[in-house]
């Protein structure tokens, strides 16, 4: 008789955390912060509890499909995923290993918003070359989540992503 050793947590977090956004596929969700938490309880059961991004990008299907198909991966198959819509997200939950892999990606991370206001037009800087002579050419992007910039030094357009 042989068994079957029962899931664990941090395994299956694991699974989870791997999943990329459909959005910005260089990013996890965990990168983006969206994955908040994960239970399994006795019964098998495994939930996810996810905080969607914008309200405006139809991405969450896809998430929930594919944080079904990650744990199917390592063998579990009740799943559940549970949206929370409060607290909203914001990119500030955006962790430091994301904004890094924007960087690298070519998209300008967005700024922190903390606690007064941020002069966001100014802060944005070319991830290219760091330039911080850019202007903004359309509020949307490749997709909703991000606006289309250009920079005067490289000359070369790139997305921003909004801060939120
Ligand atoms: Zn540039």
């Known amino acids: 008789m042989s068994q079957i050793a029962p899931p664990r947590p941090a395994a299956l977090w694991q699974a989870v955390a791997s999943v990329l956004d459909p959005e910005v596929p260089v990013l996890t969700i965990e990168d983006l912060g969206i994955l908040r938490d994960l239970h399994l309880d006795e019964s098998g059961h495994v939930e996810v509890v996810i905080t969607p991004t914008y309200s405006g990008c139809p991405a969450m299907d896809a998430i929930t499909a594919d944080v079904v ?10 799943v559940s995923v549970r949206l929370v819509l409060a607290p909203a997200w914001t990119t500030d939950w955006i962790s430091e290993v994301g904004r890094r892999k924007l960087q690298t990606y ?28 850019t202007r903004e050419l359309s509020r949307f992007g490749s997709t909703a989540c991000k606006s289309l910039w250009s920079c005067r030094s490289c000359l070369e357009p ?7």
């Open 69 to 78: 198909e990650a744990l199917a991966a390592v063998g579990c198959h009740d």
């Open 106 to 133: 070519g998209i300008a991370p967005p700024s922190h918003r903390g606690d007064g206001p941020v002069p966001v037009a100014l802060s944005v800087r070319c991830p290219q070359c760091g330039s911080a002579d």
């Open 158 to 164: 790139f997305d921003h992503f909004k801060a939120l």
